[in-house]
């Protein structure tokens, strides 16, 4: 059950976009704060989210937004966020928590920390909880129900400032796990980052064939490339700050995945049908494995069961 009371006085949001908005939804649902404040960089989104009403108050900086917060939560892209660190560190009220929601955490922790005054808690976290969709009009309440929130906070938090965080993210319906920095980009690259590279590349592939039109592609997207182009629709904002920022994890683990594709090449020319069968029964039970850890539906065809209740 959603907590419903405060656990912090007031809450920052710095960003208001998918990630930014569901936060502020589910605070509001819960009761989790007495006030948001929020900013987003550009008047639009600002309006926008003033309209819908996920912050109680919206500022035309960042700075005006952070001042006299107990809970700033960056919830911008990666590559955005030293910037912003810069402008609020000189009003950072004394004993608040510092966090973000950023998808990777090395390169955050560099870009944050050392511009953070002492008597600020700076606690990292990652919630593996998200959407294709962006802005601030895609955010929901339940995006974090029953999803991970991974924090990885620095050696100079306090331990109250980690606990009241988790509670936070408990409260907004998530599991916590705590881990290094560098363990959660692992962890991340393999489950993340490089199935988007992937998709973004296979969507490319497809797109400059010559000797499939593009419209047999999107006609016959239903063999499996359609699940491809939902990953591939995601904001190319964030995920080229992803790969720019968790370079080394992602090019460790593409050198496996390629290693492990000219395997399978050797095993299709080869005619090697028991190692191809091999390794498609080892698939399937990390896909049973997800649908009984819940994090995911065994519906048919994906889930997708509106489509032939459209039909
Ligand atoms: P989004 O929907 O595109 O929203 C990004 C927000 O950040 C927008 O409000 C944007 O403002 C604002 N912004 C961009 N640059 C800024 C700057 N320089 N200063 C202040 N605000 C700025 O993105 P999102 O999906 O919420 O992602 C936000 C963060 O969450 C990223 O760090 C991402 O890695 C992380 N994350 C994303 C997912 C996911 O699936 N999407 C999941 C977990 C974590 P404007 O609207 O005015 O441009």
């Given at each position: 059950m959603?907590?419903?009371?405060p656990?912090y006085?007031t809450?920052?949001?710095?960003?208001?976009?998918?990630?930014?908005?569901?936060?502020g939804h589910a605070?509001?649902r819960g009761?989790?704060?007495?006030?948001?404040?929020?900013y987003?960089?550009?008047?639009?989104t600002?309006?926008?989210a003033?309209k819908?009403?996920?912050?109680?108050s919206i500022?035309?900086?960042?700075a005006?937004a952070?001042?006299?917060?107990?809970?700033?939560?960056?919830c911008?892209?990666?590559?955005?966020m030293?910037s912003?660190?810069k402008?609020?560190?000189?009003?950072?009220?004394?004993g608040?928590?510092m966090?973000?929601v950023?998808s990777?955490k090395?390169?955050?922790?560099a870009?944050?920390?050392?511009?953070?005054?002492?008597?600020?808690?700076?606690?990292p976290?990652?919630?593996?909880a998200?959407?294709?969709?962006s802005g601030p009009?895609?955010g929901?309440?339940?995006?974090f129900q029953d999803r991970?929130?991974i924090?990885?906070?620095?050696?100079?938090?306090?331990i109250?400032s980690v606990?009241l965080?988790?509670?936070?993210?408990?409260?907004?319906?998530?599991?916590?796990e705590?881990?290094?920095?560098?363990h959660?980009?692992?962890v991340?690259?393999i489950?993340?980052h490089?199935?988007?590279?992937?998709a973004?590349?296979?969507?490319?592939?497809?797109?400059?064939l010559?000797?499939?039109t593009?419209?047999?592609?999107i006609?016959?997207?239903?063999g499996?490339?359609?699940?491809?182009?939902?990953?591939?629709?995601?904001?190319?904002?964030?995920?080229r700050?992803?790969?720019?920022t968790n370079?080394?994890?992602?090019l460790?683990?593409?050198?496996?995945f390629s290693?492990d594709?000219?395997a399978?090449?050797?095993?299709?020319?080869?005619?090697?049908?028991d190692a191809?069968f091999?390794?498609?029964t080892?698939s399937k039970?990390?896909?049973?494995?997800?649908i009984e850890?819940?994090?995911?539906?065994?519906a048919?065809?994906?889930g997708?069961g509106?489509?032939?209740e459209?039909?």
């Amino acid at each position: 059950m959603p907590n419903t009371k405060p656990i912090y006085d007031t809450i920052c949001l710095i960003g208001l976009g998918l990630i930014g908005s569901s936060i502020g939804h589910a605070v509001k649902r819960g009761g989790l704060a007495k006030h948001i404040s929020g900013y987003a960089r550009s008047e639009e989104t600002r309006q926008i989210a003033k309209k819908i009403g996920f912050v109680d108050s919206i500022h035309d900086s960042a700075a005006s937004a952070a001042q006299g917060a107990d809970l700033i939560i960056i919830c911008a892209p990666v590559g955005a966020m030293e910037s912003i660190t810069k402008e609020i560190a000189p009003v950072l009220k004394a004993g608040a928590t510092m966090t973000d929601v950023g998808s990777v955490k090395q390169a955050v922790i560099a870009a944050i920390e050392p511009h953070l005054p002492d008597n600020v808690n700076f606690v990292p976290a990652h919630p593996i909880a998200g959407s294709e969709k962006s802005g601030p009009e895609s955010g929901f309440a339940e995006l974090f129900q029953d999803r991970w929130c991974i924090l990885t906070p620095v050696e100079s938090a306090s331990i109250e400032s980690v606990e009241l965080l988790e509670k936070f993210w408990k409260a907004l319906g998530s599991s916590v796990e705590v881990m290094s920095a560098k363990h959660h980009d692992s962890v991340l690259a393999i489950t993340s980052h490089l199935p988007h590279l992937i998709a973004y590349s296979i969507v490319s592939t497809a797109s400059d064939l010559e000797d499939v039109t593009q419209s047999e592609v999107i006609k016959f997207s239903a063999g499996g490339f359609r699940d491809f182009t939902r990953i591939a629709a995601s904001d190319p904002t964030m995920w080229r700050d992803v790969f720019l920022t968790n370079k080394e994890a992602v090019l460790e683990m593409l050198g496996r995945f390629s290693e492990d594709l000219s395997a399978l090449q050797r095993s299709i020319r080869w005619s090697d049908g028991d190692a191809l069968f091999d390794l498609f029964t080892r698939s399937k039970e990390t896909r049973n494995n997800i649908i009984e850890a819940g994090q995911d539906t065994d519906a048919p065809d994906f889930g997708r069961g509106h489509i032939s209740e459209k039909e």
